[in-house]
Structures are given as structure tokens and as C-alpha cells.
């Protein structure tokens, strides 16, 4: 483990690069996990490393929409793993919902690395191993899910998914929520309600609404969700994004 000294500017970026570096060193993080985090931080830094008002309103939305899912069931791979495992393993206590590993570059191994991290970590069920069911219109092993998880919810939790899934999830009718710090990425323009904001952020921050709006009638929080349009957040995250740079020089 390389030491990083506090004062360093970016010291919580490089202890990031650093969580996945490790992370893939033990098995749990794919090669091209890498290069999606370097995607991501890319993203971040056009936001200012910080939750935008736009990512904030939509925590607070998918918050609502957690809990008044029937089977919410979060997807979690090895960069949210190696992210943010205690944080994720709180939240789907606290809704609840099901913690399923779903992986886009998908073997058993790394499934059953996933999976025993997460029980390290304090997850008492961890769904993902039995794969005994199918995303319909998905080719090959990133189709496989479980039939009492993924495949059953209605609502799914997907931090960090790829935009041909999110496209198939929808079309089994589920309702997808996605943490994205790209904008422009298809998962963005394709999930229900879209995060743009880093998983390490967005995650504890959709804890903190869940537990704020747990005690708050149905109805208020399924007016919150029908209410939600996710292009207009799209639109605001753009214009944010154009207004900061062009005040930047
Ligand atoms: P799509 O298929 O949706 O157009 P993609 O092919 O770019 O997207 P991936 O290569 O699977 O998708 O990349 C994953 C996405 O996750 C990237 O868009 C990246 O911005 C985002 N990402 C990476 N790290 C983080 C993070 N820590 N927090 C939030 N988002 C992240």
C-alpha cells in the first residue's frame, strides 16, 4: 500500500485510485474497472468533486422511490465494492432492499470474492451466486441474475452500470435508478432517475433521505417520484457544468 500524505491536494482522490488498485490486486475489481474510474473521476472533476444540487434532488427522489419499492434490490460490482462496501451494506439494511452482485465482465470466482467481502464487511445475505435467472435481450454471461433478486425487483439500485443493461432492465419493466457521473453516458439518459454524483457520495447521501423520509405518508413520497423528470435534471447538470467552466478562466 503506497502511503499518501494527508496534505497532498488530491489526497482523497489518491486514496480512491489506491482502494481500486488494491481491490483489483485481491480479485474483486476487473482491469477495466480501472478505466471506468479514471471515466468517472474525469466526469467528477467537471462537477467540482461535489454533490450538485441536481445529484441531490435526485438522492432525495430515489430515496423515495426505495422505499416505496415492493423488492428494491441494489446491483453492486467490484468498483462499488471497493468503493463503498460498509456504506452500501447500511443503506440496503435501512430501506431494505436486497444486495445483489451483478458483474458486466462476469466469473464465478470474482462473484464468490464479492460476495464473501461483503459478508466480511457485515452484509448478511448477498444474492449473485445461483444465477438462475436471465435479463431478457442480453447476450452472454452479463445477463445472468437471480431469480429472487435482480430478476424479480421493481426497482433497481444500479451504481455504475453499463447503458445496454440499464436498457434491458427497463424493459422488464423495472424501475432503475442509476449513479452516473457521466451525463451524457446511455445509462444516464436511460435510467428512471439518474445520480450524477460519485457512488462514495451518492451512496450515504441516499441513507440520510431514506432515513429522513421513512416516516413520511406513501402518498407524499410516490408524488415526489411521479413528479420527477429526469431529462430536466439532465439539462440542469449540463448547464451547471457549462457554467462552471465558463467561469473558471
Ligand atoms: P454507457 O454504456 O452507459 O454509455 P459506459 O460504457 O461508459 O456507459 P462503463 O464503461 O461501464 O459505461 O463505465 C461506467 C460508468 O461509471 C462511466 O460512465 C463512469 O463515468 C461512471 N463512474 C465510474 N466511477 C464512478 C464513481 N466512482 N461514481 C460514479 N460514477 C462512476
Excluded at 7 to 34: C, D, F, N, W
Excluded at 56 to 74: G, M
Amino acid at each position: 500500500m503506497v502511503e499518501i500524505p494527508k496534505s497532498h491536494p488530491r489526497y482523497l482522490s489518491l486514496k480512491t485510485r489506491e482502494k481500486i488498485k488494491q481491490a483489483m490486486k485481491k480479485g474483486l475489481v476487473h482491469e477495466t474497472g480501472l478505466i471506468a474510474h479514471g471515466r468517472g473521476e474525469a466526469f467528477d472533476y467537471l462537477i467540482g468533486e461535489k454533490t450538485i444540487p441536481s445529484a441531490e434532488e435526485a438522492e432525495k427522489v430515489a430515496a423515495s422511490t426505495l422505499i416505496c419499492a415492493e423488492n428494491p434490490v441494489i446491483s453492486v460490482n467490484g468498483n462499488v465494492v471497493a468503493l463503498t462496501a460498509k456504506e452500501i451494506i447500511e443503506l440496503a439494511e435501512i430501506i431494505p432492499a436486497k444486495l445483489e452482485v451483478n458483474l458486466f465482465h462476469r466469473s464465478e470466482k470474482r462473484i464468490e470474492n464479492l460476495i464473501l467481502e461483503l459478508k466480511k464487511q457485515g452484509a448478511k445475505k448477498v444474492y449473485g451466486a445461483s444465477a438462475n435467472a436471465q435479463i431478457s435481450s442480453l447476450e452472454h454471461n452479463r445477463s445472468l441474475c437471480d431469480k429472487e433478486g435482480i430478476y424479480s425487483a421493481d426497482v433497481v439500485l444500479v451504481p455504475l452500470e453499463d447503458g445496454d443493461r440499464c436498457e434491458a432492465l427497463k424493459a422488464m419493466g423495472k424501475s432503475v435508478i442509476a449513479i452516473d457521473l457521466n451525463p451524457l453516458s446511455r445509462t444516464a439518459r436511460t435510467a428512471d432517475i439518474t445520480i450524477v454524483d460519485n457512488v462514495i457520495r451518492a451512496i450515504p447521501n441516499i441513507s440520510k433521505w431514506v432515513k429522513k423520509l421513512k416516516n413520511e405518508d406513501i402518498e407524499t413520497l410516490n408524488n415526489m417520484v411521479k413528479s420527477w423528470n429526469n431529462n430536466k435534471m439532465l439539462r440542469d447538470v449540463s448547464s451547471f457544468i457549462s457554467k462552471r467552466l465558463n467561469s473558471l478562466f
